[in-house]
């Protein structure tokens, strides 16, 4: 009979599934970096990407104070995404529209990450993980700033260049 689960194994394979989805975006953003023609937009890849690898780090110290090994779980969600960003590279390539593809493929990683934070850190908050909720609000912070600030960037410069052009 299969052990029944509980709110910490769904807790668990959350944090697996963005463990494994954080390790994607951190191969893809370089990727994205390079294609953008907005050097500002470039900068924001490439803050992100050093955000990212700090984020990954903090789900290690997470996986430490609970005890569990730190691999990832497939996250077909994130693998769609990716490849919707893996198109709009490919499709726009050297076309005005292009940097405002990226920007929007970059919001839709932001909004899963914060849809899967948030829900994270309500769940170490009911199972009593103090420490755990800390990490994960630093990094739900993060995601937040960084979404804010891929929409500045969107309506400030990018959709009007790819409009004007």
């Keep these: 009979m299969a052990k029944e689960k509980e709110l910490r194994d769904l807790f668990v394979d959350t944090l697996r599934d963005i463990y ?4 994607k975006i951190l191969a893809a953003l ?3 970096a390079k294609a953008t023609n ?12 050093a955000e990212t690898d700090g984020q ?3 789900l290690e110290q997470i996986f430490e104070i609970i005890d569990e090994t730190p691999r990832g779980k497939t996250c ?4 769609g995404i990716l490849d919707e960003g893996k198109e709009i590279m490919s499709e726009y390539k050297g076309m005005p529209a ?8 970059a919001q839709a990683v932001e909004h899963y990450e914060m849809s899967r934070y948030g829900t994270l850190k309500t769940w170490a908050g009911e199972l009593g993980m103090k420490d755990v909720v800390q990490l994960l609000e630093a990094t ?5 700033a960084t979404d804010a600030a891929l929409s500045t960037l969107a309506e400030s410069e990018v959709n009007q260049h790819a409009q004007a052009a």
Excluded: C, Q, T, Y
């Design 56 to 58: 990954v780090d903090r």
């Design 76 to 79: 077909d969600a994130i693998l």
């Design 140 to 144: 739900l912070k993060e995601e937040k």
């Design 38 to 49: 907005s050097p500002k937009l470039k900068a924001a890849f490439e803050k992100h990407e």
């Design 98 to 105: 292009l940097d405002a593809g990226l920007l929007a493929a």
């Design 30 to 32: 370089p990727k994205m």
């Design 20 to 23: 494994f989805a954080e390790k």
